[in-house]
């Protein structure tokens, strides 16, 4: 029976060197002189911590961020802005959160999304990830068209595809 996957995966080498690519960003541009900006990605959490000078500055490297993760291929959607503190040195502290995966959540609404399309296809969740299963290929692209075209709050990809 022919089937795919539907996941929410993200390049974490890609988004190392969108990371370097803003740092480099921000030591040349004049607007940052003086300011000190420190920028740490950890891998194993997926969190990447900012702190520079005021808000402006804040917004400045969401921007350049998200603009570096579209160069990439990354998709922005994966990222999740926290709110911002001060720090004991009169800076500004964020901490940005990268999804990987589909949350339980997600994975209903996406299962919901589906069987209300009124296709002939199964949807099953499995760990992080949906599995759609069903008779024609032909069901099976139109649930992707479908989620193609639905604002989803999470980045989809569509893997294994077998027929």
């Not at 570096?68 to 802005?81: I, Q």
Request: hydrophobic share 40%; no cysteine.
């Amino acid at each position: 029976m022919p089937s795919f996957d539907i996941v929410n995966e993200i390049d974490l080498q890609e988004v190392d060197n969108a990371v370097n690519n803003v740092r480099k960003e921000v030591e040349t541009r004049y607007d940052f002189k003086g300011v000190i900006t420190e920028m740490d990605f950890n891998r194993k959490t997926k969190i990447l911590s900012l702190v520079t000078g005021d808000e402006m500055k804040i917004r400045a490297i969401r921007e350049m961020l998200i603009s570096h993760f579209v160069r990439r291929k990354v998709d922005p959607k994966s990222l999740e802005f926290g709110e911002t503190e001060n720090t004991s040195r009169g800076q500004l502290k964020q901490e940005i959160k990268l999804h990987d995966g589909i949350d339980k959540d997600a994975a209903r609404k996406l299962v919901k999304l589906i069987k209300d399309s009124k296709l002939k296809v199964q949807a099953a969740i499995q760990d992080e990830q949906v599995r759609v299963s069903g008779k024609k290929i032909d069901d099976l692209q139109e649930v992707m068209a479908l989620l193609r075209g639905s604002e989803f709050e999470l980045p989809l990809q569509f893997v294994n595809m077998k027929k």
